[in-house]
């Protein structure tokens, strides 16, 4: 055969195969109308990571949060935050012994893993103890602080035996449905593999295996796509029917512009947030666009978080309570979320976010914050205690001592940039040398100036107000910045009270509840002395505005109808995927 | 080819290349703050713990990094590690390697940027040798108008126009990513009609962002060649117009331009990074600016490492072969 004639012969071959097609992986085509597109979280841009690998206990591997608790792992129990709801799911229900040293789980019968084997005991076993003797794994931190060890009593009834009491230890860990990605993994696929190298990924073997609803057919650095799985345990046991979508694709998203983009083109159902001057925009291009809230301005979500101004409590002149006091009456948050957030968020003086603060700002709560009264803005009052401080104002109208003036360098990372300007102006109208110093974007030289005290003033969020008060008042504890260095940057500000420690020693060997007056006291007692000083001044909740395209599917939580919390990192929109209806 | 000056050239491309992976290992090192540590504290903050102590484990994960050792050592085992194109894990999203993540973007960027490359480089030659030749068309200068004017524009600006206009005013292609989120990609005509169209875009903001760049170098060389001696000679001798401007006229002008063809195609391993965000494709750029703002030292280390051996190549090669384009250079001892 001439040449000429063998380099036609081999573009055909070409073409044909080529016009034909040859799917390699076998997955069938399901219409959009049956299909949940998501992206990741905000945090998360780019391609997608990781694609091969569903170890979701190794470092830096964020399947879990991402996609794998929405799809392939199910949580023991999960946890409605709007309403502090718990919801069973694997387990049926825990309970602790008296001194809170141990907490016998029960486990619901008849879950089963997708290669059919029947999800038990050994299973909780073998992952908690594998966290616990690996320290090299994300989370094993908690267990090797926490896990003394876990005994089956029966294939369904796990006792979880904990090195100290831990009245909150199994709600926070492995119930709550929020970044707790603590899930069980089967003990007969893991049992013998090395936990530092193991992939769990092998598409043949139909690995990652997981209790979910849904099984991955196909992962690349593009596009993660589950399937339903029509034997999934909950349907076989009349736990539940199975969820509407019958297939669920992560596909990885650019920034804010990129996910206003792709929602407005139909091409996404949830996943990235919006900034409120883009959700605005989305909505007037796509009208089944919509937020937490379906009217504006406060769009978004809570996320247990708020802004804080934290002031170094170890150096001068923030130790002084009347120059903390000043600051905090020169500042209007309401301005604050005006300008930095289009009256997106709420003020607030606690650090209590929606989440809880509906329940536990209990009248006596509220009698404390009123006679206080912190959310004001006053220059009087912040005359009035600059003089107390021995500060008087100078030539230039500044407030200074000794012939200097206070400084109040506000220093902000990146991400709570809107903040700064506007509070800059505040102070400086109140009579402060304030100026906003903004973090270059790549540096993270905050967070060490942050943890060994190198700050005079700095923007925070403070987070972990989930569920009830004590989640936050601890972070005021002292031995969180002991020799003045703090090991989390929620607990930065340098506080030292004796009185406050004493109460927050106390609850936290009780568990959180309404029920419990000796709890209520106790939180009242600690919100007095935190509004009495002022360690840190709350500013406003954070929230985000998370989007929901209903031109398929319907029956999103919002404010209307709050049966999860929306975030999609959060291990409970598992709850979401299984509420979720085509339009 | 003289075989002194190839090996000469060999060797100063591989100084150049070591003093730019030397510079490439100091930058990343000297943005502020520890990315471990700050990595950890944001997650743990995240979560509203506090009773981690993030100082014990950020020292675990730079000894699982080899961030404990002194630069020096960092530096020897770095260099070691690229001599075998182990480039390492990446610090944010471990324990994918960094060649699985460039490996992963390479065919996007190639693709889309090679293609685009090319199609700028042919537009553009024909363009400006076009225009420079005395005989063309009035009309044809009218319409190099609005290519001049697009050049002017900044790629990634006219990448936001296009983006505005053609996806979300008038919803006419896609409004990014790489193909359709509900595409099986293999190799077949439905992918490959997808991710073409999915490419167009793109592509156009970057070929009509550089095109007048390559318009006016063209029309200056065939500008200049028109003027020499052999030029007229051949006029004079009845060789016909066209024969002229082709063989004779373009293709001698065609030499600077193959040189920038080069140096440009060098450069495309590091992605457009702009255009990729801006159309969230999945190439090499949208690696690069994650990898930068979370201070993965790594992949920047990866990526930048590829990009200057890649150029370093391209040089080495137009070196050797330009002798081979115009026979009026030679090699000397």
């Known amino acids: 055969m001439c040449q000429k004639s063998f380099l036609k012969f081999v573009l055909v071959i070409l073409g044909v195969y080529f016009f034909w097609g040859h799917n390699v992986y076998a997955i069938e085509k399901v219409a959009r109308e049956k299909t949940l597109v998501v992206t990741p979280w905000s945090d998360t841009t780019g391609p ?12 830096g ?24 709801e718990l919801v069973p799911w694997q387990a049926t229900g825990f309970k602790y012994n008296e001194d809170f040293t141990t907490v ?36 094993a931190f908690i267990y090797q602080e926490w896990l003394k060890d876990v005994v089956c009593v029966d294939d369904l009834t796990v006792q979880i035996n904990l090195n100290k009491p831990g009245p909150r230890w199994f709600h926070m860990n492995l119930a709550l449905g929020h970044e707790n990605h603590q899930v069980i993994l089967p003990s007969h696929i893991w049992g013998d593999k090395d936990p530092k190298t193991f992939t769990n990924y092998d598409l043949e073997k139909s690995w990652p295996v997981g209790t979910g609803a849904y099984a991955l057919v196909s992962s690349n650095a593009q596009q993660y796509i589950f399937d339903r799985r029509d034997d999934w345990w909950g349907t076989e046991t009349g736990f539940m029917d199975n969820p509407a979508p019958e297939r669920i694709i992560l596909v990885s998203v650019g920034g804010d512009e990129s996910m206003a983009q792709m929602i407005i083109a139909d091409n996404v159902d949830s996943g990235h947030p919006l900034q409120p ?41 923030w130790n002084n309570r009347d120059v903390r006091l000043a600051i905090n009456y020169a500042i209007d948050r309401k301005q604050l979320s005006t300008i930095g957030y289009e009256n997106a968020n709420y003020p607030v003086v606690l650090p209590y976010s929606s989440y809880m603060s509906g329940r536990w700002i209990t009248p006596a709560t509220q009698k404390i914050i009123d006679k206080y009264d912190r959310d004001k803005t006053d220059h ?17 109208g500044l407030w200074s001592k000794n012939g200097e003036t206070l400084k109040v360098p506000l220093r902000t990372p990146q991400w709570l940039a809107p903040l700064a300007p506007p509070m800059s102006v505040q102070l400086k109208k109140a009579g402060f040398d304030a100026s906003a110093v903004l973090e270059p974007e790549a540096s993270s030289a905050w967070v060490d100036d942050l ?44 506080y030292r009270n004796d009185e406050y420690d004493k109460i927050i020693d106390k609850l936290e060997k009780i568990p959180g509840s309404l029920d419990d007056e000796n709890y209520k006291t106790l939180v009242n007692q600690a919100v007095d002395i935190y509004l009495r000083d002022m360690p840190e001044i709350m500013l406003l909740e954070e929230l985000h505005v998370v989007v929901y395209n209903e031109k398929y599917w319907t029956n999103w939580p919002g404010g209307e109808n709050p049966y999860a919390a929306p975030y999609p990192c959060w291990e409970a929109w598992n709850l979401i995927v299984h509420n979720l209806q085509p339009r | 080819m003289n075989l002194n000056y190839v090996l000469i050239r060999f060797f100063q491309s591989l100084l150049i290349i070591f003093i730019a992976v030397t510079i490439n290992f100091v930058i990343p090192r000297m943005i502020p703050g520890d990315p471990i540590e700050a990595a950890l504290s944001t997650k743990i903050a995240i979560s509203g713990t506090v009773s981690v102590d993030v100082e014990e484990m950020a020292k675990i994960y730079r000894k699982k990094f080899g961030l404990d050792q002194p630069y020096l050592v960092q530096y020897v085992n770095y260099l070691k590690d690229l001599t ?15 060649a699985t993540q460039l490996l992963s973007a390479l065919p996007w960027t190639i693709g889309l940027l090679v293609v685009s490359t090319i199609i700028t480089f042919l537009l553009g030659t024909i363009i400006g040798a076009i225009i420079a030749w005395p005989s063309c068309p009035k009309w044809f200068h009218v319409l190099v108008i609005p290519f001049m004017l697009t050049s002017t524009i900044p790629f990634f600006l006219l990448g936001i126009i296009l983006l505005f206009l053609f996806s979300v005013v008038w919803a006419v292609f896609p409004a990014g990513g790489g193909y359709s989120p509900l595409l099986i990609v293999d190799y077949d005509l439905e992918s490959a009609i997808d991710i073409a169209y999915h490419a167009v875009l793109p592509s156009i903001s970057l070929v009509f962002g550089s095109l007048g760049a ?27 117009p066209a024969r002229i401007f082709v063989w004779y006229c373009m293709r001698n002008a065609l030499l600077p331009q193959f040189t920038n063809l080069a140096l440009t195609l060098g450069t495309v391993i590091g992605g457009a990074v702009l255009v990729e965000i801006i159309f969230s494709y999945p190439g090499i750029g949208s690696i690069l600016f994650a990898a930068i703002a979370g201070k993965d030292y790594f992949v920047i280390q990866g990526i930048v490492y590829i990009l200057i051996l890649s150029l370093g190549v391209c040089l080495f090669l137009i070196d050797l072969l330009y002798p081979l384009i115009d026979p009026r250079i030679k090699y000397s001892d």
């Open chain 1, 104 to 139: 016998t789980v029960n486990l619901r019968p008849g879950v089963k893993w997708s290669d059919g084997v029947s999800f038990s005991c050994t299973d909780v076993k073998f992952t908690l103890e594998m966290l616990r003797d690996n320290s090299d794994l994300n989370y």
């Open chain 1, 277 to 317: 001057g883009s959700f605005k925009a989305a909505t007037k291009r796509n009208e089944n666009i919509r937020s937490w809230n379906r009217k504006g301005p406060v769009w978004g979500a809570a996320d247990g978080c708020g802004y804080v101004l934290f002031m170094n409590l170890a150096k001068e002149p």
């Open chain 1, 451 to 494: 943890k060994v005290g190198n700050f005079e003033t700095m923007f925070m969020v403070h987070c972990g107000s989930l569920g009830e008060p004590y989640q936050t008042l601890k972070d005021l504890h002292s031995k969180w910045s002991a020799d003045n260095k703090c090991n989390s940057p929620i607990a930065c500000s340098r």
């Open chain 2, 84 to 98: 075998t194109f182990n480039l390492g894990v990446s610090l944010v999203n471990f324990p994918e390697t960094v």
């Open chain 1, 48 to 59: 997608l990571k990781n694609a091969k690998n569903w170890h979701i206990y190794q470092i």
């Open chain 1, 61 to 84: 591997n964020k399947n879990q949060r991402e996609i794998g608790h929405k799809t392939i792992y199910e949580a023991l129990m999960y946890t409605n935050l709007n309403t502090g």
């Open chain 2, 214 to 240: 390559w318009v006016l170098s063209m029309r200056a060389m065939m500008i200049s060649v028109q003027g020499d001696d052999y030029i007229l000679f051949a006029k004079s001798r009845g060789v016909s």
């Open chain 1, 380 to 396: 009087q009052l912040v005359a009035k205690h600059m003089k107390a401080a021995g500060y008087e104002k100078n030539s230039k």
